[in-house]
């Protein structure tokens, strides 16, 4: 026959929620950075946000080291923390007192007993004496070359061709009428010099005819 008392702390214990095993286990709800997150460039003061807590809860606490380390080596930020903070500040870090380069955070969170719930963020850049490095997108993400469009060619247009006015209709008789009048005028004034010219041809001629017929008497006057 089964313990009854045996029966119920195994349901006991399956109840309770296990913390994921191994230094990179998340735990949602429990152990959470939210803020910086991994791959983010940071440099001075920096808030750490997120959640610390658990049914069980103990303390927690915050550390960092380089992302590139091989000997499980961490700096602490928070020590030993009593109070659960959920969603909001975790610690205050300052970066202005380390080197340049890639780090990474680990909040660890402890139960009364057993083993901590641990977040790690990956990649943190710290920036305080080189430039934070803009990000290039790949391929899929370029936008496409445009093809520039050839403007057409621009040339000055040649100066409009100068055409001989072409007289309306209702101005052709009046044209016709200003020629004609002109051409009387000038016929008229031609017919009138040649009369007067003639007029004083004659009288030349009759006064040359007389002075001959007065040489001749006097002529035969004085003749023997």
Do not use: C, K
Request: hydrophobic share 40%.
């Amino acid at each position: 026959m089964i313990d009854l008392r045996a029966t119920l702390v195994l349901l006991a214990l399956w109840a309770l929620p296990l913390p994921l095993a191994g230094s990179d286990a998340q735990a949602p709800g429990f152990a959470e950075v939210t803020r910086p997150v991994s791959g983010e460039a940071v440099g001075g003061v920096v808030t750490i946000e997120g959640t610390a807590n658990h049914p069980s809860f103990d303390h927690f606490d915050l550390t960092f080291t380089y992302e590139a380390d091989t000997t499980g080596t961490w700096f602490p930020i928070v020590d030993e923390h009593r109070s659960r903070v959920v969603e909001g500040r975790l610690a205050v870090w300052d970066t202005t007192g380390i080197t340049d380069g890639e780090y990474m955070l680990r909040l660890r969170v402890w139960p009364a007993e057993g083993e901590p719930l641990v977040a790690i963020v990956h990649g943190l850049r710290v920036r305080n004496y080189t430039s934070i490095e803009t990000p290039t997108p790949g391929p899929s993400l370029a936008a496409p070359a445009l093809t520039p469009t050839e403007a057409p060619p621009t040339s000055t247009p040649p100066p409009p061709a100068i055409l001989p006015a072409t007289p309306e209709p209702g101005n052709r008789v009046g044209s016709a009428l200003i020629a004609g009048g002109t051409i009387a005028v000038v016929v008229l004034a031609a017919t009138g010099g040649y009369a007067a010219w003639r007029a004083a041809s004659r009288s030349n001629w009759g006064s040359a005819r007389a002075i001959r017929r007065a040489e001749r008497r006097r002529r035969s006057r004085h003749s023997p």
